[in-house]
Nanobody
């Protein structure tokens, strides 16, 4: 049983920062891809950032330069540091792990609200 538990969401003013964390537990090892996606009301779920087991990262254009993804392969955790937050970053953020088609798991989501 694989479980993804996210934490760190909340409400912040524009320009503020939040740090999201996702801990993966269960019988899963050497996770190829770990990432964060988000879904705002009325929108489709979209990629925010991903990181491969080798450390290659990918970001959506909308968050480049503001968000940083990092992972700890030994602990099966992935972190999303979000700086200079904007109201348009408001969404439910989901953690994802992907084993190149062998498996894919999602967290339950954590709400991020950017509002003055």
């Amino acid at each position: 049983q694989v479980r993804l538990v996210e934490s760190g969401g909340g409400t912040v003013q524009p320009g503020g920062s939040l740090r999201l964390s996702c801990a993966v537990s269960g019988s899963i090892f050497s996770i190829y891809l770990m990432g964060w996606y988000r879904q705002a009301p009325g929108n489709q779920r979209e990629l925010v950032a991903t990181a491969t087991i080798g450390g290659t990262t990918n970001y959506s254009d909308s968050v480049k330069g503001r968000f940083t993804i990092s992972r700890d392969n030994a602990k099966n955790t992935v972190i999303l540091q979000m700086n200079s937050l904007k109201p348009e970053d408001t969404a439910v953020y989901y953690c994802n792990v992907d084993g190149l088609g062998r498996y894919a798991y999602w967290g339950q989501g954590t709400q991020v609200t950017v509002s003055s």
